[in-house]
């Protein structure tokens, strides 16, 4: 049965940096692509990173890239999302994703999601 687990969220300050962790059951990372996703309140959800399954090589949103690092430990079978200089849009339920095979970035892609861990960025 495949499973996404996540973790890491919780209130940061403005400026901070959270490390959310995805850890994965029921298959392996290297026949699954993970991607990052995100949904605020009264907001659609927005693909923020994703990782494939073959070579570990990622890709990013205009929103995350410079802030938001994707990685993977295959052996740990988590996939991470490091997020620094957090600001306060960027509160929202964060959550990850699988499907089988190559990488796609549309969430409408995966077919297999995490329960989803909050973010809240504030003063």
């Known amino acids: 049965q495949v499973q996404l687990v996540e973790s890491g969220g919780g209130l940061v300050l403005p400026g901070g940096s959270l490390r959310l962790a995805c850890v994965v059951s029921?298959?392996?990372?290297?026949?699954?692509?993970i991607g990052w996703f995100r949904q605020a309140p009264g907001k659609e959800r927005e693909g923020l990173a994703c990782i494939s399954s073959t070579d570990g090589s990622d890709y990013y949103a205009d929103s995350s890239t410079g802030r938001f690092t994707i990685s993977r430990d295959k052996a740990k079978k988590t996939v991470y999302l490091q997020m620094n200089s957090l600001k306060p849009e960027d509160t929202a339920v964060y959550y990850c994703?699988?499907?089988?095979?190559?990488?796609?970035?549309?969430?409408?892609?995966?077919?297999?999601w995490g329960q989803g861990t909050r973010v809240t960025v504030s003063s």
């Open positions: 029921g298959f392996t990372l290297d026949d699954y692509a």
């Open positions: 994703a699988a499907r089988y095979s190559y990488i796609v970035t549309a969430s409408s892609g995966y077919n297999a």
